[in-house]
């Protein structure tokens, strides 16, 4: 029995990049906050903010994790459905445009917590 490893080639349009940061000034810390649209991640991000984060030295790195695509297999729809690769491919976008939304969404509220 075979078993095949997918990988996700990152993208350009993968990355949301919003930068106060200036080049010459030296990072103490990077700091990692993983997002999402839980009133909990909105929470902990206030809070890290707020009483974490240094506001000239530290680097902040925003990350959204995307969930996989749960759709049932053509199997399931049945052998003469065609498009399923269409689907899949369009709640790929979907899922990338709301991770994009709601990363520019933290970032904006960083920028103006963490001038």
């Given at each position: 029995m075979s078993s095949s490893?997918?990988?996700h080639q990152r993208t350009p349009e993968d990355t949301v990049l919003a930068t106060n940061h200036d080049a010459d000034s030296?990072?103490?810390r990077v700091v990692v906050i993983a997002?999402?649209?839980s009133n909990y991640s909105h929470f902990a991000f206030d809070w890290a903010v707020?009483?974490?984060l240094g506001k000239e030295s530290d680097l902040v790195v925003l990350i959204n994790v995307r969930p996989t695509p749960m759709i049932p297999g053509p199997y399931a729809?049945?052998?003469n459905y065609i498009g399923f690769n269409e689907i899949v491919m369009s709640l790929d976008d979907q899922q990338r445009q709301e991770?994009?939304?709601l990363l520019q969404e933290f970032v904006s509220k960083l920028?103006?917590?963490k001038p």
């Open positions: 490893t997918e990988t030296p990072n103490t997002i999402d649209q707020k009483n974490f729809i049945g052998s991770s994009h939304n920028k103006a917590e």
